[in-house]
């Protein structure tokens, strides 16, 4: 991106890049046409492996475990899982001398503790890890979606870890927290059914998260709309596709400010949102931006100091990351 360093990610939590075959990106290129979402979703990831979320002293030799370790076993045992995990702690004694080895920063680092010290590390481990943003679009041609516009980066792991597989899945908004300058707001929000995915997530990328759409979940489809080249896109008014309460995608006026060869900047104008939201939100990114009803699309960024100033990504930039 070429904006500002005010520009600030607005992921609201929430991963190893798995690349998508160029076959979508054929599919997207023949058909010229997505379908523009705006619904919120939650997005879980299984992590590829038990992660360490904070910096934890341990009682042996000064020892302590540091936020972004991954255990990678004990005394010898593979650590595959929190479940896993729990089984050895189990019976673990509290007075018991127990070899632990980690990978850090691509390292193997191998330390000790005792029982005690380190079941009381165990509420600062996991094994997945969770967010929440917005729906870009969907092909149906080939049966995929992109989403967020941006990467997934765990906040308590400071990083895009490594992850077995995951899921996107149709949430509702239950309460916005307002943007105001220095401070961005959020969308507080929770998964409708944890039993029915709206698709798989196969890519984590700096251009947004890629995978397979769960085709028999048509309710929240709707038609599509010809993709704008980046060329053809003009200052002046157009409008943002996303959720603010509930499960319902509304449009929002906005007016598009500056262009570059892969990105855009734009203001919020929707008196309506800015009374809703104070400006651009964490959970925000991925809306489908439109003009002249055309698909152009999708809201990344925000101004930290500006919340009603933000950036957005072209779709065919967003996209391209499928042909690699």
């Not at 995608?249 to 892969?262: A, G, T, Y």
Request: proline share 3%; no cysteine; net charge negative.
């Amino acid at each position: 991106m070429e904006w500002s360093r005010q520009l600030k990610f607005f992921m609201a939590s929430v991963v190893m890049i798995v690349v998508m075959s160029g076959s979508s990106i054929a599919a997207f290129a023949k058909s010229g046409s997505l379908i523009p979402m705006g619904n919120s979703i939650g997005i879980q990831l299984e992590l590829a492996g038990v992660f360490v979320t904070s910096d934890v002293p341990l009682s042996k030799k000064n020892d302590s475990l540091k936020a972004g370790d991954q255990l990678v076993s004990i005394d010898g045992t593979s650590v595959n899982s929190l479940q896993n995990l729990h089984e050895q702690v189990t019976a673990m004694k509290d007075e018991a001398v127990i070899k632990l080895v980690l990978q850090r920063e691509a390292s193997d680092v191998k330390i000790e503790s005792d029982g005690l010290s380190f079941k009381r590390a165990l509420p600062f481990l996991k094994d997945t890890t969770e967010g929440t943003g917005t729906l870009t679009y969907v092909d149906l041609d080939d049966g995929t979606y992109g989403a967020l516009g941006h990467q997934i980066i765990d906040s308590s792991l400071n990083s895009a870890p490594d992850f077995d597989s995951g899921s996107i899945y149709l949430s509702e908004i239950e309460q916005i927290k307002k943007s105001s300058p220095g401070n961005p707001g959020y969308k507080i929000s929770s998964i409708i059914d944890q039993e029915e995915t709206l698709g798989s997530i196969l890519t984590n990328s700096v251009y947004g998260i890629f995978g397979d759409w769960n085709t028999s979940y048509k309710e929240v489809l709707t038609e599509p709309l010809e993709v704008m080249q980046p060329s053809e896109l003009t200052v002046g008014k157009a409008e943002i596709l996303t959720t603010i309460q509930g499960t319902k995608v509304e449009s929002f006026e906005i007016e598009i400010s500056k262009l570059s060869n892969d990105s855009f900047q734009f203001i919020l104008t929707d008196q309506r949102l800015l009374e809703k939201t104070g400006g651009i939100l964490q959970g925000m990114s991925g809306s489908p931006v439109i003009q002249k009803g055309k698909f152009v699309g999708a809201v990344t960024h925000m101004f930290v100091d500006e919340p009603e100033k933000g950036a957005g990504l072209f779709l065919g930039k967003m996209t391209e990351v499928g042909a690699k």
